[in-house]
C-alpha cells in the first residue's frame, strides 16, 4: 500500500511505514484525552505487530514515547 494513498492517520498504524530517523508527531500517553501531538525523530520502533490500530508506538530520540499519529518526513 503506497504512502501517499493513505490517510495522515493511517499511515502511523502500519508498522513498515515508520523507520528510525524518521520526522513524526505522536501522541505521548499523558495527552492522549486532549490529543496534543509532539514532533520528534524516531530512536525505536517498539511495537511489534505489523499493524495497530491506534498507531505504532515508538520511542524518540527525546526519550519520549507514543504513538505515531502523522509521518512528517520520509527517510
Known amino acids: 500500500m503506497a504512502?501517499?494513498?493513505l490517510s495522515k492517520y493511517?499511515?502511523?498504524t502500519?508498522?513498515?511505514n515508520i523507520k528510525p530517523g524518521?520526522?513524526?508527531n505522536i501522541v505521548l500517553?499523558?495527552?492522549q484525552h486532549s490529543g496534543?501531538?509532539?514532533e520528534g525523530i524516531v530512536k525505536r520502533i517498539l511495537t511489534s505487530a505489523p499493524k495497530h490500530?491506534?498507531?505504532i508506538k515508538v520511542m524518540l530520540e527525546s526519550g519520549e514515547v507514543g504513538r505515531v499519529k502523522e509521518i512528517l518526513e520520509e527517510d
Do not use: P
Open 3 to 5: 504512502l501517499d494513498l
Open 10 to 12: 493511517e499511515e502511523g
Open 14 to 16: 502500519i508498522r513498515s
Open 22 to 24: 524518521q520526522l513524526v
Open 29 to 31: 500517553k499523558k495527552d
Open 36 to 38: 496534543e501531538l509532539t
Open 53 to 55: 490500530h491506534r498507531g
